[in-house]
């Protein structure tokens, strides 16, 4: 019994910081997007695909590593993504509110079909819910959540296998109302998962007067935890001699909106040619399926 379609994890990367020689620091999380660009005359549906994290994940390197599952069982591998062009401008796009911890950079999904990797992404027209839809089917406080990600740079091994991690939504109320801009899941989450998603669990049953959701949504972008600092006082001084900080097991996330203000960023600052020619380029393939 799968609460979370399979697929979503062929969605998810591992993200690096590469060192001298060939390591890699894997300090972060991210996952592909597809942006629904039209629907074909054919019936299938065109997407623009791009990297989510977070912008304090991007915003000061030149380059992050990626790191694929090849289809089959071969060992993972990993690609350059290049956040700088050749004049030193930044390849990825942000919300203009400097305060929502997004970023989005473009990558070509056909080019890692091509090359054999299982990859899959969130489609925006089938597999994910901003704060108006999530409003909608009457997402509240203690709906169930999945944060998935690679805590601590755990990336699995030899291949790359996604640490999930469930609790619920803590408060939300407060970012459909438009008071806040991010809001808080009750999932402990560490370094490392910077950037993952977070998966609304399906649900059959709710209680009388209100709908249930019976799909796996992609609902927003893990962002921090929220730490409490503690002290450890002298009893013969009064004076505080150590301070521990703590992680509250409360975590920030934003919403999809936020992934689609990036991603019209970036729209709105290429030409209006061909999409196939443009940075990332386009694809008609499926996303992750139906959940």
């Not at 390849?91 to 509110?97: G, K, L, M, R």
Request: with cysteine.
């Amino acid at each position: 019994m799968a609460l979370i379609p399979p697929v979503f994890f062929d969605c998810v990367v591992a993200i690096g910081n590469p060192q001298a020689g060939s390591a890699t620091n894997w300090f972060a999380t991210g996952f592909v997007y597809g942006k629904l660009i039209r629907q074909l005359p054919s019936g299938q549906k065109e997407y623009r695909t791009y990297l989510v994290t977070n912008r304090h994940v991007v915003v000061q390197l030149k380059v992050v590593r990626l790191r694929f599952n090849p289809l089959g069982s071969a060992p993972a591998k990993e690609y350059d993504l290049v956040l700088v062009d050749g004049q030193g401008m930044a390849q990825w796009y942000a919300p203009t509110d400097p305060d929502a911890d997004v970023a989005v950079v473009p990558i070509d999904y056909a080019q890692l079909e091509r090359e054999g990797i299982a990859v899959k992404f969130f489609g925006e027209a089938d597999h994910s819910a901003t704060r108006a839809r999530m409003a909608q089917i009457g997402v509240s406080e203690g709906d169930f959540v999945y944060v998935l990600g690679f805590p601590f740079g755990d990336v699995g091994g030899s291949r790359s296998y996604v640490v999930a991690r469930s609790g619920s939504l803590a408060r939300i109320r407060d970012t459909f109302s438009g008071t806040r801009r991010d809001f808080l899941v009750d999932v402990t989450t560490f370094p490392g998962n910077s950037g993952g998603p977070v998966i609304l669990k399906p649900e059959v049953v709710s209680i009388q007067g209100t709908p249930a959701n019976g799909l796996a949504l992609l609902i927003g972008v893990t962002a921090q935890s929220i730490n409490y600092l503690d002290e450890a006082v002298s009893k013969q001084t009064g004076r505080t001699r150590v301070t521990f900080e703590d992680n509250s097991g409360l975590s920030i996330a934003f919403p999809i909106d936020y992934i689609l203000e990036a991603i019209q960023h970036h729209l709105s600052s290429i030409p209006s040619t061909p999409a196939a020619a443009t940075t990332g380029g386009t694809t008609t393939a499926e996303p992750t399926g139906k959940s």
